[in-house]
């Protein structure tokens, strides 16, 4: 009995496992049979089609930006081919169990077409993951049928040039998880768009919804309010640059689970900072916006997981201390704002930091030493503030740092030599500063420095070999400091931009610029460069050196004592830029200046050239500046339709003829100055159909007759300064003109500051009328120019009193009536001119009373000498009759006579020289528009790029 149950039981136990063994068989086989052999026919042959619909380009994904978003690009359908089981190709996942296609991962495929609505790609049904991104669908529309994934929890198709609205029935994914749609990037913004029912359905369906990408998706006309209504569950939100408006409800920042929020707008888009109960998960936080409240709370430090943080809208103030509570920060980004004070010394706690972005702001005083504690840092940007004082030893600590910028401060004394421990160093620029000495020889260790600005200091010494040395450099900038010497053998061929301008430099440019293959930008202008050696000759630099740059686009190279026009820009083919002012340059224009297709600024402003312009400079330019030269005969006639010149300056020549009309053709000129030439001709009213003219100088010629309008529709509308002066124009006024210059009747936005159009400098809004033989009264209209900082009437024969209407001028600056016949009293109303600073009525017929107060107290004799009936301060001729004035009176007006005398001769020349010249071109050898690459206040489109750089930035 005994043995018979032994043997059921082991006979059990065999069966047992036999029965294991088959089950774990089947069960393997079936698992490996999902994996290869499961996909259905059908939905292989779906992909298949798909596949078809499109091309392999290798512009279609970007491999920088893909690795920005940690995505590997390669041709992920290379490898789908019949035969293979689906399962088994790139970027597809199956059910384990049914082998249905479940997800499909095709970001960064290099795929390039129009997506078709009736797409195969609809009929996998069990879809529930689709990634799409970052290809190039050329502009489609993202199909309705995008709805028939029923079962679909994740979409991201950003990135892939999709276009139009988005389509109502995104709205009907019940299940959607995350989607992404974001199609931001730095040329073009809102290539989709979402229309208010579509976004408000979508919020109020998406039950499940926790992450939603919607950055750079036009949203303009949709009420920010929708978004409150979004899942509690939800953890993302991004609604960077989708032209939002209005104030977007801060009870976002309550969601419970919310880690990650950015809200980067361009408009009038604000949202208010709570000052308590933030959402505590809040781990990302970047809002670029108009305006979050006037101060950063102090409940900002509630925020404890917080590891990433921007801050961009005009927040004021000190920068709370409770900020550098926040321990977990990685990356602190406060720019553009208007924090003041220092930094806090408690910003050293933030000791896991590696990006502290301040820059604009006004935050002053030293640099903390605090900063010392960052040892993580590898991005410190501190440009464009008040800091003042050196920098001290402390910044050796940051060893870890890739990006140092300090530009567009007041930091002062030498560049520290502990600025070598930075050997990780790519971009270094303390520009704009005060540091003086030597450049210190330990920072040839920066071997991995790509970029160095030191422009705009007061350093000194020679330069240091080794920075001609530093194997990846490519941007140099050196320019406006006191360097001297000469220059050492240039290595670098990574160099792009070689800025050395405005320092002391001297003796040969060695013949190993060509070594410079990959250089686009040159600028050696104001040295004291004299020869080029080459081929070991000693040559003068202008002579034939017969190397080449092939990649040269700019060049300037004012006052560099130049003979002859330098024979390696013959072989620049692709030269954009060429200045070449105040040299010495005689002769013809060369003609390979023809041959340059790409050529649109070319400044040979102060040389010695003469003979005849040739036509072919008028085809391709859109700056030619010629001035004070010796080029004689006509101008050329030839402007061709369609000429794009923005700036002609033909000043100081001796060309005479007429002034061709061809240049109406010239629809984009905004400057035209043919000024101090032998031209002879009447008053160019033609030029009245120039749309964009802002500038007309024709003085110093032999123009004649009167100066009318044709009347028959407004006539230069945006022009700023007019120069007719020394010339035999005669007959009233141009009250015409005058009444239709709405340019200068807007005085909205000026603010003093010089403007500059295509290289020319625009400082005052002035009319110059004078050596004429104009005739009749000043009319009333003038006083309508309300942003004229300058008006000159001088010596013409002008009669009648003086118009009170000029003390509507609030902004003028200097006002010269002087040998006219003008007569009757100066009226009260000009000591209204608050800003006057130049005044001369001198040589007329005015009587009475000199006004007094505000600037007229300035002003000496010599502004009204030769007005016989004038009396009073600052005139010694008493307005009281016979007899002596009172004692009292009497000693004020010795005050006003000889204090403010002092003033007067303090300012008065260099004001009057100043306004007459500033309107000239290129006076400072290379056009104010070029200052630097990286720093500078920002303008409206310079703050789009840093956005955009900044939410790509943010995401590495």
Not at 122 to 143: A, E, G, Y
Not at 524 to 544: C, E, G, K, P, T
Not at 603 to 611: A, E, I, K, R, V
Not at 685 to 706: A, C, M, T, Y
Request: proline content about 5%; some cysteine.
């Amino acid at each position: 009995m005994g043995f018979f149950t032994m043997f059921s039981t082991r006979l059990c136990l065999f069966f047992f496992i036999l029965c294991l063994k088959t089950t774990f068989s089947s069960s393997l086989h079936a698992s490996s049979f999902s994996t290869t052999q499961l996909c259905s026919h059908e939905e292989a042959f779906a992909l298949l089609q798909f596949k078809t619909s499109f091309s392999i380009n290798n512009t279609a994904s970007d491999p920088d930006r893909c690795n920005t978003y940690h995505t590997k690009p390669y041709y992920k359908t290379e490898s789908w081919k019949e035969g293979i089981g689906c399962c088994s190709w790139d970027g597809v996942s199956c059910d384990n169990v049914t082998g249905h296609v479940i997800a499909l991962d095709l970001s960064c495929s290099f795929l390039s077409g129009t997506f078709p609505s009736n797409s195969t790609l609809f009929l996998l049904k069990n879809l529930q993951s689709l990634n799409l991104s970052f290809n190039d669908f050329r502009l489609s529309k993202i199909p309705p049928e995008i709805s028939q994934f029923t079962r679909l929890k994740h979409l991201d198709i950003s990135h892939s040039q999709f276009s139009g609205q988005v389509p109502a029935e995104i709205a009907h994914l019940p299940k959607l998880v995350s989607l992404n749609l974001s199609g931001y990037d730095y040329f073009g913004f809102h290539k989709l768009i979402f229309e208010t029912t579509t976004l408000r359905n979508l919020v109020q369906n998406l039950s499940e919804v926790r992450e939603l990408v919607l950055s750079g998706v036009n949203m303009a006309s949709v009420n920010p309010r929708f978004f409150m209504n979004l899942s509690s569950s939800l953890t993302t939100l991004d609604l960077s640059m989708s032209g939002l408006g209005g104030n977007f409800p801060n009870s976002i920042f309550r969601f419970p689970n919310l880690n990650i929020f950015y809200l980067v707008g361009e408009g009038a888009l604000t949202i208010d900072l709570p000052s308590s109960n933030w959402s505590s998960p809040l781990q990302d936080l970047d809002l670029d916006v108009m305006d979050c409240g006037r101060r950063l709370p102090e409940s900002i430090g509630d925020l404890k997981s917080l590891q990433y943080l921007g801050l961009g809208c005009n927040l004021e103030g000190s920068i709370p201390t409770s900020l550098t509570k926040l321990t977990q920060l990685r990356s602190l980004q406060l720019s553009s704002n208007h924090f003041s004070g220092p930094i806090p010394a408690s910003i050293g706690n933030l000791s896991q930091l590696t990006v502290l972005d301040l820059k604009f702001n006004i935050l002053s005083r030293q640099i903390p030493s605090s900063l010392a504690n960052l040892t993580q840092l590898t991005v410190l940007d501190l440009s464009d503030n008040h800091f003042s004082g050196p920098i001290t030893a402390f910044i050796g600590n940051l060893s870890q740092l890739t990006i140092l910028m300090l530009s567009l401060n007041n930091l002062s004394g030498q560049i520290p030599s502990s600025l070598a421990n930075l050997t990780e160093l790519g971009l270094l620029l303390l520009s704009n500063n005060q540091f003086s000495g030597p450049i210190p020889f330990h920072a040839s260790r920066f071997s991995k420095l790509m970029y160095l600005d030191l422009s705009y200091n007061l350093l000194n010494g020679t330069l240091p070999p080794w920075i001609f040395t530093l194997p990846l450099l490519e941007l140099l900038q050196l320019s406006n400091n006191q360097f001297q010497g000469q220059i050492n053998q240039f290595q670098q061929k990574s160099l792009r931009l070689l800025d050395l301008s405005n320092n002391k430099l001297q003796g040969s440019i060695p013949n190993s610029i060509a070594n410079l293959v990959n250089l686009n930008h040159l600028d050696l202008s104001s040295n004291h460069f004299i020869i080029l050696s080459y081929n070991n000759l000693s040559l003068r630099m202008n002579v034939h050196a017969n190397f080449t740059l092939p990649e040269l686009t700019d060049v300037f190279l004012s006052s560099c004592n130049l003979s002859e026009f330098p024979n390696f820009l013959r072989h620049s083919d692709g030269l954009q830029i060429l200045v070449l002012s105040k040299n010495s340059i005689p002769g013809n224009v060369p003609e390979w200046i023809c041959e340059k297709d790409d050529l649109f600024i070319l400044d040979l402003s102060h040389n010695n050239l003469s003979g005849k312009i040739p036509n072919c400079v008028l085809e391709s330019l859109s700056v030619l500046n010629l001035q004070d030269n010796y080029f004689d005969g006509n101008i050329p006639f030839g402007f061709p339709k369609g000429c794009g010149l923005q700036n002609l300056n033909f000043h100081g020549n001796q060309m005479d003829g007429s002034l061709p009309r061809s240049l109406v053709n010239c629809g984009e000129l905004q400057v035209l100055d043919v000024g101090n030439n032998n031209i002879e001709d009447t008053f160019p009213h033609w030029l009245e159909s120039l749309p964009d003219l802002q500038v007309l100088i024709l003085r110093s010629n032999k123009f004649h007759g009167s100066v009318q309008g044709t009347k028959e529709s407004p006539s230069f509308p945006k022009l700023r300064v007019l120069d007719l002066s020394n010339n035999d124009f005669l007959g009233p006024l141009p009250v015409w003109y005058i009444e239709n210059f709405k340019a200068m009747m807007d005085s909205h936005g000026e603010d003093g500051s010089p403007k500059y159009m295509e290289g020319i400098l625009i400082i005052f809004t002035s009319i110059h009328l004078s050596n004429n033989k104009f005739q009749g009264e000043i009319p009333d209209v003038i006083g309508k120019l309300s942003s004229l900082k300058g008006l000159n009437l001088s010596h013409n024969n002008l009669s009648g009193p003086i118009s009170p209407s000029l003390g509507n001028l609030s902004n003028l600056e200097w006002l010269d009536l002087s040998s006219n016949e003008l007569a009757g009293k100066i009226p009260d109303e000009l000591v209204s001119l608050t800003q006057l600073e130049v005044l001369n009525l001198s040589n007329n017929h005015l009587v009475g009373r000199i006004p007094q107060g505000n600037q007229f107290n300035t002003f000496g004799n010599d502004s009204y000498e030769g007005n016989l009936g004038l009396c009073g301060f600052p005139l010694s001729k008493s307005c009281y009759g016979i007899g002596s004035p009172p004692s009292s009176f009497q000693e004020k007006a010795e005050f006003w006579r000889f204090g403010w005398r002092v003033v007067v001769l303090g300012y008065g020349c260099g004001v009057v020289f100043g306004l007459l010249l500033g309107y000239h071109v290129f006076r400072t050898g290379k056009p104010k528009w070029f200052v630097s690459l990286f720093v500078g206040q920002p303008s409206q489109s310079r703050r789009k790029m840093r956005k955009a750089r900044r939410l790509v930035q943010r995401r590495s």
